[in-house]
Every structure is written in structure tokens, then in C-alpha cells.
């Protein structure tokens, strides 16, 4: 019987990618606009390669392009890239579509609920309380609090450990097989592969289970549990 639902937190409940994408280019042009005498493409091209080098949740992207370029920061145009880069993020930082919906009928299931992100903890309950989730989870496992990486075992049996529940009584949902799927197979919970935030383009994801709205969690549970309605 499973009692307890974990979710990966970007591209599983939240849009990471696209949110992330509408900033950086709203950052972009507001940058050039401030006087960053870079082709638009360019700016682009060494943004990814910070990223690639330093990580998706590297928070001085910015600072570090403009040091690249000036070997100092010019503020004024680093401020620019940085309003415009945080209105658009609170603009499209908004849950998938049936995410609280779900949430809220797996609360009135009696599933006990936790997230498992390699987001930094700082960056992960920023998210999390921005979409009003902060008080709807049991529990938080963050990069911090293991220091290990999906799909790594580490993650997962600690968020088991807080929820206090046996691998085999807990389901996993997320978005990237190779780590949410991988690892949580890997201690013995049952997992679910998040299609719809898929950004791999990925054929195969070896999950017990494959949906395209977060709200097929719900028929998914009451089989395993074998609800009738």
C-alpha cells in the first residue's frame, strides 16, 4: 500500500526550464539596452557556457559575464540584466497545470508528502514558497542536506527516513529518468516518469509508471491501493 508521494520540484511541479529561459532573455535585451556592446547571440553563448561550467543554480551568472568581458562588474548594466531577469521569473514561476489540484486531493488521501530536489536548499524553498507549497509537504530534502546528487541513494532514503515510510509503501515522480527514476528504483520505490516535463526528449524511462498530467497520480494511487470509487 503506498502511503507517501515524493516529487522532484523543477520540471515536475514547476516549469523550471521555461521560466529560466524567459528570464535570461529578458536579462539579455535589458543588458543590451544598458550599453553591453555584445551581439545578443553572443551574450546567449556565454551564458550557457557559465552554466554548463558552474551549474543551472549558479546565482552570479551575471556577474561573471560582465567580469569576463570588463574584468570588473559595471552595475549598471549588471542591475538591468538582474530586475529584468527577476520580473519575468515571478511572472512565469507558476505550477504545472492540475499540480495544487493534485496536491490537494493526495492531502486529503492521506498521503504523506515530500519533495527531493538537488536544488541548494536557499533556491528550492525560494520556489517552493513563491508557489505557496512551503506548508503543503511534510518534508524538504535539498542538495544540502546530503551533499549527494540524484541518483545517488543517499536522497532518497533520506527523505524515507523523514517520512517514515518503507521504500516499498512510497512513489516517486519526476521529470529526468536517468535520476529521479534510476534512484529511486535503485532503494525499492516505485516510480512515476513525469512526460510532460521532459526536456531529454527520452524513449524509454524504465518508471513503473508514465503519465502526461500530474493529475493521473490520483487514479495511479487509488489502483495501487486498490480504492474503489
Known sequence: MIKAVVFDLDNTLVDFMAMKSQSIDAAINAMIDAGLKLSRKEIQSRIDVIYKERGIEFQSVFDQLLYDEFKKVDYKILSAGVIAYRRVREAT???????????????????????????????????????????????????????????????????????????????????????????????????VFARYGDTFDTVESKADYEIDDIQELIEILMNENKIRV
Not at 123 to 146: M, P
Open 93 to 191: 514561476l507558476v505550477p504545472y497545470p492540475h499540480v495544487y489540484k493534485t496536491l490537494m486531493e493526495l492531502v486529503k488521501m492521506g498521503m504523506k508528502l515530500g519533495v527531493v530536489s538537488d536544488a541548494p536548499a536557499k533556491e528550492a524553498w525560494l520556489r517552493l514558497t513563491y508557489l505557496n507549497f512551503q506548508n503543503i509537504f511534510d518534508h524538504v530534502v535539498t542538495f544540502e542536506d546530503t551533499g549527494i546528487k540524484k541518483p545517488n541513494a543517499a536522497p532518497f532514503k533520506k527523505i524515507l527516513e523523514l517520512l517514515r515510510v518503507e521504500p516499498s509503501a512510497s512513489l516517486m515522480i519526476g521529470d529526468w529518468a536517468e535520476r529521479d527514476v534510476v534512484g529511486a528504483a535503485k532503494v525499492g520505490m516505485k516510480t
